[in-house]
């Protein structure tokens, strides 16, 4: 009986011992459990961060076409405000030109015309408005003048505005580049962050579902254990009594398994070279679109000598990021010659020039897809094809 007993507490120990395993696994599952829920919370965390960042940066790239589109805008009427202020430098230049042959007429003659003019009067009325004639022809050309004065610095005002308008939309296209810079840097990482915590939950995932068929396991031992015992116990208290009442003993044997598991007349500006693109359409040499030709293009080497079409005064002598190195001269009636795309340029600004006369030099400055000279005539501020002219 007392044999029984002992047998008995032995396989309560075994089973008890082995159940202490139990909350061991539980314990690592539960850790588990916790980790995979921090790692998908930091994964949503990052999944939103990633979703702001794109949203940032499609603003930014909306943005950077808006401020380009701007830019385009703002380059355009920029070429037009230069435009308009060489017809308000012809104009000035021109009743400054006609001012002058006045004063010279009078300072060659002295005043005995106007005299002639008023002793010619037939009556005192007579006298008067032909004086009045004379000071309001005097008055006129001062009041001309000053009006294209003004109009001419009104433009120029306007273009400076137009400009600096132009250097801050620049400014903010660069500040633009460098947010999308950082955006794309910080949405990069983001997306490694991304992965990364992928992986890990993946991986942490594979080690919760071996803990859990781990656990499973044990517990199906821990079971079988329990039921092996209770038996062996059984058995044991039944050999026990057994041998009280015939004075023999047996003993049991107990096994157990486990499983795991896993101008005018103009002369040629370039003689001898010959027209690439004539006046009108033509197909953009840079956009690849059909587009307006305000003038005639002339191949020609690089620094090749362009002379002027006619005798005249430069009333712009410039670069333009479209036009390149360009010159216009003014040569009165209305008619001014353009030279464009130069490499290097010869005179200056308020400079008279006789026909045929060397300006400038060939180049390929501004947008231009090689040397050559674009040359063009305005005739009443109006582009004209230069071949009625030449």
């Not at 075994?14 to 998908?40: G, H, R, W």
């Not at 006298?127 to 009104?154: G, P």
């Not at 993946?202 to 080690?207: F, P, Q, T």
Request: net charge negative; hydrophobic share 35%; with cysteine.
């Amino acid at each position: 009986m007392i044999r029984g007993k002992k047998i008995l507490g032995a396989l309560l120990a075994f089973t008890l011992c082995f159940s202490m395993v139990i909350p061991a696994q539980a314990d690592n599952i539960s850790d588990a459990k916790k980790k995979q829920q921090e790692l998908e919370q930091q994964k949503n965390t990052a999944e939103a961060e990633k979703s702001e960042l794109s949203s940032e940066l499609d603003s930014i790239v909306s943005k950077m076409e808006k401020t380009q589109s701007d830019l385009t805008a703002k380059e355009t009427e920029i070429n037009d405000a230069e435009t308009e202020l060489v017809t308000a430098k012809a104009n000035e230049d021109d009743q400054y030109q006609t001012m002058k042959l006045r004063i010279k007429y009078m300072y060659e003659n002295g005043s005995n015309e106007f005299l002639e003019i008023l002793m010619e009067a037939n009556s005192i009325a007579d006298l008067l408005n032909k004086a009045e004639y004379i000071n309001k022809i005097s008055k006129c050309d001062r009041e001309l003048l000053v009006e294209y004065e003004d109009t001419r610095k009104d433009v120029e005002n306007r273009e400076n505005a137009l400009k600096k308008e132009y250097a801050e939309l620049e400014s903010l296209q660069d500040e633009l580049a460098g947010e999308q810079a950082n955006v794309e840097k910080l949405l990069a990482d983001k997306n490694i962050q991304i992965n990364n915590l992928t992986s890990e939950i993946s991986s942490n995932a594979d080690k919760l579902k071996q803990l859990i068929a781990e656990a499973e396991a044990a517990e199906a031992r821990r079971k079988e254990a329990e039921a092996t015992a209770a038996a062996q116990a059984a058995q044991a208290v039944a050999a026990a009594q057994a041998s009280a009442s015939s004075g023999t003993s047996s003993s049991g044997n107990t096994s157990s398994n486990a499983s795991a598991t896993g101008t005018g007349s103009l002369t040629h500006p370039v003689p001898g070279a010959a027209i690439t693109s004539g006046f009108g359409g033509r197909v953009a040499p840079t956009a690849g679109a059909t587009t307006g030709h305000d003038g005639i293009d002339y191949g020609a080497g690089y620094g090749a000598a362009v002379y002027a079409a006619d005798s005249g005064t430069v009333i712009t002598a410039q670069y333009n990021s479209a036009r390149g190195n360009y010159i216009v001269i003014n040569h009165g009636n209305g008619m001014q010659t353009w030279y464009q795309h130069l490499s290097s340029m010869n005179v200056t600004v308020g400079q008279t020039v006789a026909r045929g006369q060397v300006i400038g030099n060939v180049g390929t400055t501004g947008i231009s897809t090689g040397p050559h000279l674009h040359f063009e005539v305005h005739v009443g501020g109006v582009p004209v094809n230069p071949l009625n002219y030449l």
